[in-house]
């Protein structure tokens, strides 16, 4: 599997390679900002639902996040934290990991490197990362009143 990665990173360090997935990358990202922008998640019927939800019944860490995302970027923060009070938590490890894509696309330079030593310095970052996660997953579905107000907020 190391071989495997190396073998990646090692095709990957070529600047047209490069170059062509920052092309990729922008299109792509464009395009889910004015996707996200401009289909109402709740109107749209093509708008994709939770699948663990569909299957289990149950929330999970993530339900309501597109809902929170077309609400962020229309600037309704309140309705946004109804669908999904951790939205600022998620959105900034989604900003984290574009801007250390974006720094390897420029760069060339693996920039997971300073983050594998500084998390082997202070592991208890990733434990309460998993911690806070995990609490909230389990919080959200207990259908009593102070843990019912983590749930997302039910569509009108």
Not at 64 to 88: C, D, H, K, Q, V
Not at 150 to 155: F, R, T
């Amino acid at each position: 599997m190391k071989k495997t990665f190396e073998r990646l990173l090692a095709f990957l360090r070529r600047p047209y390679i490069r170059f062509i997935f920052l092309i990729i990358t922008c299109l792509l990202l464009a395009s889910a900002i004015f996707l996200v922008f401009r289909v109402d998640p709740v109107s749209n019927p093509f708008a994709p639902a939770c699948s663990f939800y569909g299957i289990t019944g149950l929330y999970c860490p993530g339900c309501g996040m597109t809902r929170s995302l077309y609400a962020i970027m229309n600037g309704r923060f309140r309705e946004a934290f109804s669908y999904n009070p951790l939205w600022p938590f998620f959105s900034f490890l989604v900003l984290g990991s574009l801007f250390l894509w974006f720094c390897f696309l420029l760069t060339g330079k693996n920039p997971f490197d300073a983050i594998n030593r500084f998390l082997s310095k202070h592991p208890y970052y990733c434990i309460i990362t998993a911690v806070v996660i995990i609490l909230f997953w389990v919080m959200r579905n207990i259908p009593v009143f102070p843990f019912t107000v983590l749930a997302p907020a039910q569509v009108r």
